[in-house]
């Protein structure tokens, strides 16, 4: 009765998948779909169909909000997921009464050929910020640079998340959350990051303007504004 993609990489390995059984869009006629999120909404487009159901909020308690007002009492939901998704929304969706299949369309692995040019970029410190896009980029990191190194980096980066989930695990590693998107997106987390490199700036620039006569103010001013 309902397909639930929570990403693109969801909406990707389903419908390769289906393409390679030898059916296509025309097999999914019927069934409402949800997706969490813009990019997955627009990815699920790209193959000529339009969400039925897209929450306002970019997390899986948000699906089960808007899922719990429509009713799902007896209704089959399919959900092809990553591998280590969180098993939040297939727990809530179970406890509302809903039928749900979830299965591991994907897996979310690290880059191991990447470790070396890793260690390499923090060594040399030339970063400010370390951003963060889903759990799994998290854990996956972690395990390319290793907990020494990640506490020496925390000393001296800001980590930046696409939203709580992310942030939550995080700070699993003790970490702090330096910037956390407003927009549970990749524009979200871009827009986040922006706004605190603007606000440090001028931060600085109102301590550096302080005691400098109208010229000099001025100068500095229209410099900021070139940058």
């Known amino acids: 009765d309902w397909l639930i993609f929570t990403s693109v990489n969801g909406v990707m390995s389903f419908f ?14 019927g069934i409402k ?15 000529g169909i339009k969400s039925d159901c897209q929450p306002a909020k970019y997390v899986a308690e948000s699906v089960v909000e808007k899922l719990k007002k429509i009713g799902l009492k007896g209704k089959k939901v399919l959900m092809p997921r990553s591998e280590i998704a969180r098993e ?26 990447s470790k070396i040019e890793l260690n390499r970029v923090l060594k040399e410190e030339k970063m400010d910020i370390i951003t963060f896009t889903s759990s799994s ?5 972690v395990e390319l640079v290793g907990k020494r190194t990640l506490h020496r980096i925390a000393k001296v980066l800001k980590f930046a998340s696409i939203g709580p989930i992310t942030s939550k695990t995080i700070r699993g590693y003790g970490l702090n959350v330096s910037i956390e998107a407003k927009e ?14 603007l606000h440090n700036t001028n931060e600085k620039s ?14 500095t001013c229209k410099q900021m504004f070139d940058w």
């Open 88 to 113: 939040l929304l297939s727990d809530e969706l179970t406890r509302i009464g809903a039928e749900v299949v979830d299965i591991a369309a994907y897996r979310t692995v690290p880059d191991s050929s």
């Open 184 to 197: 549970y997106t990749i524009p979200g987390i871009v827009n986040a990051i922006v706004e605190e490199v």
């Open 137 to 141: 980029t998290v854990r996956n990191f």
């Open 16 to 29: 390769n998948r289906l393409f390679k059984l030898g059916m296509d869009a025309r097999n999914l006629k």
């Open 33 to 47: 779909i949800c997706t969490i999120g813009p990019a997955t909404t627009e990815k699920l487009l790209s193959f």
């Open 206 to 219: 109102k301590l550096s303007l302080r005691g400098r006569s109208p010229k000099q103010s001025q100068l």
